[in-house]
T-cell receptor, first 112, second 112 residues
């Protein structure tokens, strides 16, 4: 089955700087890659997703890039703000009957 | 917009007790899921229901049972709780398998 590795497990950045979280996947047939943000005491919430027919997707300060050849994808957050502090999860799926496989999460800390 | 609603939010059980976690969604989604979240382990799938009338085991099904009561509701039952089942449980739903997930706010369960 699919295996998703996520790095780093903890990331601390200064407010206003950029943050990058990376994930690798094992199944070359995976074609859907979402990112979830989990704030303290809440359930994960989808923030951005990408399908394998595009290499990059952007939504304001958040972007995701996908390298199908290397089987890795990354989340980029620019101009970080205190409200970006949370745990972020990447996931991968082949779609259809297969579900999402999650990475173990990255705790992002924004230092004032 | 209610989305995915889970009850209860907190629960403390003694070893051997039973309980049922309730979940309902109002988005007319076909697929529903139960995950558990443990520190450093990410989100692990317990059971899922791809469509009304079907249920399947996920990654960690032992000690749990589920019921897809109708299209809206999907319950998780612990027949004889064990300390290893101390965790945060999340219900989620999606339009179909491998599609974007919508999570509930979670149930924090402690088994003493």
């Amino acid at each position: 089955g699919e295996n998703v590795e996520q790095h780093p497990s903890t990331l601390s950045v200064q407010e206003g700087d950029s943050a990058v979280i990376k994930c690798t996947y094992s199944d070359s047939a995976s074609n859907y890659f979402p990112w979830y943000k989990q704030e303290l005491g809440k359930g994960p919430q989808l923030i951005i997703d990408i399908r394998s027919n595009v290499g990059e997707k952007k939504d304001q300060r958040i972007a995701v890039t996908l390298n199908k050849t290397a089987k890795h994808f990354s989340l980029h957050i620019t101009e970080t703000q205190p409200e970006d502090s949370a745990v972020y999860f990447c996931a991968a799926s082949r779609g259809g009957a297969d579900g999402l496989t999650f990475g173990k999460g990255t705790h992002l800390i924004i230092q004032p | 917009n209610a989305g995915v609603t889970q009850t209860p939010k907190f629960q403390v059980l003694k070893t051997g007790q039973s309980m049922t976690l309730q979940c309902a969604q109002d988005m007319n989604h076909n697929s529903m899921y139960w995950y558990r979240q443990d520190p450093g382990m990410g989100l692990r799938l317990i059971y899922y229901s791809a469509s009304e009338g079907t249920t399947d085991k996920g990654e960690v099904p032992n000690g749990y049972n589920v019921s897809r009561l109708n299209k809206r509701e999907f319950s998780l039952r612990l027949e004889s709780a064990a300390p290893s089942q101390t965790s945060v449980y999340f219900c989620a739903s999606s339009a179909g398998r491998g599609e974007k997930l919508f999570f509930g706010s979670g149930t924090q369960l402690s088994v003493l």
